[in-house]
């Protein structure tokens, strides 16, 4: 437990066995939110930043109906059978040109998408 000095708008904490010393600067509440905010940004910048970095590999299982899972692309397995498996590789290309067609509009897994405008502080 920490025994506190006051000495007006600055406080100096201390540990009971005096071996730690901590400045705590008196904020308003305002100042108080807004240092919450701010930390809290950059909290989130943090973790942003490492949406759709993941490491993990791929992974293919059968399905008890006999289709191909595949695990590790999102939250959860992607599943077809092997005919729709077949055809998609071999008209891939559409999906490729398609996505080159509508770049501006097609969107990354990793970049948050704000469905509400955050408020201005």
């Given at each position: 437990?920490?025994?506190?000095?006051?000495?007006?708008?600055?406080?100096?904490?201390?540990?009971?066995?005096?071996?730690?010393?901590?400045?705590?600067?008196?904020?308003?509440?305002?100042?108080?939110?807004?240092?919450?905010?701010?930390?809290?940004?950059?909290?989130?910048?943090?973790?942003?930043?490492?949406?759709?970095?993941?490491?993990?590999?791929l992974s293919c299982k059968v399905s008890e109906k006999g289709a191909v899972s595949?695990?590790?692309?999102?939250?959860?397995?992607?599943?077809?059978?092997?005919?729709?498996?077949?055809?998609?590789?071999?008209?891939?290309?559409?999906?490729?040109?398609?996505?080159?067609?509508?770049?501006?509009?097609?969107?990354?897994?990793?970049?948050?998408?704000?469905?509400?405008?955050?408020?201005?502080?």
């Amino acid at each position: 437990m920490g025994l506190g000095v006051s000495n007006g708008h600055h406080t100096t904490e201390q540990t009971t066995d005096m071996t730690e010393t901590q400045e705590v600067t008196a904020m308003s509440p305002t100042e108080a939110l807004l240092a919450e905010i701010t930390r809290l940004k950059a909290e989130n910048a943090a973790m942003l930043a490492t949406i759709g970095k993941s490491n993990k590999k791929l992974s293919c299982k059968v399905s008890e109906k006999g289709a191909v899972s595949v695990y590790g692309l999102q939250r959860f397995p992607i599943t077809l059978y092997k005919d729709q498996w077949k055809r998609l590789d071999k008209e891939f290309d559409i999906v490729t040109k398609f996505i080159a067609e509508n770049e501006g509009k097609v969107d990354e897994h990793g970049r948050p998408v704000l469905s509400v405008k955050p408020e201005k502080v």
